[in-house]
């Protein structure tokens, strides 16, 4: 069965301090992978996604970046956090006809 | 180009009905429907093709109008489980590998 893991579950970082945020899928071969913000009680805003290794597209400009260095593995980085970079990430995979299936999130808090 | 969903929130009674709606400016390939818990991933609901269809599981359906580019999610007698946001995810189809989501509708069903 088709599995997706997100790590860590919360992270506090203080302002400036690089961020890297890790998401895995097991069971499927070259999906597309997606990495989504929620800021607090709010929708998702669709940050960046892929459809292979080394193949990313970037939503929205900011200080973030994404990298996809194995087929299953999606990675979400930054040099320097700002504190509006606070929110929940989540990492998604299409399953095609069942949807996306989401990650259990990472709570991010920039002090 | 973020769908708008409506209404923003909506409270029920346990055994009342509600009707939670979709609209794009764009042409659509398909819709999805998500559910997310407080401080939970969200959850795929269904997802509606281009064709214009309608489905359903339980007492939760949803339609799809092509033409109107809307799409509605309907709950009947809802359950306490039914308590949560609601999001539309649309997708243009094409090359377009990815979903914009609504801001979402809090329903709320109370005993």
């Known amino acids: 069965s088709q599995t997706i893991h997100q790590w860590p579950a919360t992270l506090v970082q203080p302002v400036g301090s690089p961020l890297s945020l890790e998401c895995t899928v097991e069971?499927?071969?070259?999906?597309?992978l997606y990495w989504y913000r929620q800021a607090a009680g709010r929708g998702l805003q669709l940050l960046f996604y892929?459809?292979?290794?080394?193949?990313i597209s970037s939503e929205v400009p900011q200080n973030l970046s994404a990298s996809r260095p194995q087929d299953r593995q999606f990675i979400l980085s930054s040099k320097k956090l700002l504190l509006s970079d606070s929110g929940f990430y989540l990492c998604?995979?299409?399953?095609?006809?069942?949807?996306?299936?989401f990650g259990s999130g990472t709570r991010l808090t920039v002090v | 180009q973020q769908p708008v969903q409506s209404p923003q929130a909506v409270i029920l009674r346990e055994g009342e009905d509600a009707v939670i709606n979709c609209s794009s400016s764009?042409?659509?390939?398909?819709v999805h429907w998500y559910r997310q818990k407080h401080g939970e991933a969200p959850i795929f609901l269904m997802i509606?093709?281009?064709?214009?269809e309608q489905k359903g599981h339980d007492k939760i359906s949803a339609s799809f109008n092509e033409k109107k580019q809307q799409s509605s999610l309907y709950l009947t007698a809802s359950q306490l489980s039914y308590s949560g946001t609601y999001f539309c995810?649309?997708?243009?189809?094409?090359?377009?590998?990815?979903?914009?989501f609504g801001k979402g509708t809090l329903l709320t069903v109370n005993p």
């Open positions: 998604a995979w299409d399953s095609g006809g069942r949807g996306y299936t």
């Open positions: 069971g499927t071969s070259n999906p597309n």
């Open positions: 892929s459809v292979g290794i080394g193949q």
């Open positions: 764009k042409a659509l390939y398909s």
């Open positions: 509606l093709l281009k064709g214009g």
């Open positions: 995810g649309t997708d243009q189809g094409g090359s377009n590998y990815k979903l914009t």
